[in-house]
């Protein structure tokens, strides 16, 4: 609580995906009070498939200081091609190394569960990420928000920000 009685302002993140890790970052940096919830036992769960980076995406992560690890594990995508059934070749287009030359970040495509661990792994602050809780209820008040979670427990905050993609 500040001196008046009030809490600091805080944010409660549903779903700790690419968004909800991703939305923890610049919350850390703001010095705003926050926690991410997610349903998950397991934050690097298999599943998904791959995030293409167009350069506002590598933009972001390169300001996070995420970018280096993040061009690490890929190779620049450089072409594009569309094949027909039987693989006859129907266009080639140079547009990922026009958008590299272009905006100064390459395309780059990054298996989703390798992206969540970059994100997670440089949280400054992990002990925000509560896995293994989901969202039961939502109750909206005049200044503040509360979730109600499966197992009983309750977060109140200032705003909600839903980051489960998938639920």
């Known amino acids: 609580m500040d001196t008046d009685g009030k809490r600091p302002f805080k944010a409660i993140v549903v779903g700790e995906g690419i968004a909800g890790l991703l939305m923890s970052h610049p919350l850390h940096r703001a010095g705003v009070d926050h ?84 994100l997670y792994d440089n949280l400054p602050d992990r002990n925000r990420v509560l896995q293994g809780k989901s969202l039961s209820s939502v109750i909206h008040k005049n200044d503040s928000v509360r979730v109600i979670l499966d197992d009983g427990s309750q977060e109140e905050g200032d705003i909600l920000v839903g980051c489960d993609c998938v639920n």
């Open 35 to 118: 926690v991410v919830f997610e349903r998950r036992k397991n934050i690097v769960a298999q599943e998904g498939a791959s995030f293409g980076f167009w350069p506002h995406a590598a933009r972001i992560m390169d300001q996070l200081g995420l970018w280096i690890e993040i061009q690490g594990l890929c190779t620049p995508m450089k072409t594009s091609e569309h094949r027909a059934c039987d693989g006859t070749l129907l266009q080639k287009t140079q547009i990922f190394k026009d958008i590299g030359s272009r905006h100064g970040y390459d395309f780059l495509v990054i298996e989703r569960q390798q992206l969540i661990k970059i």
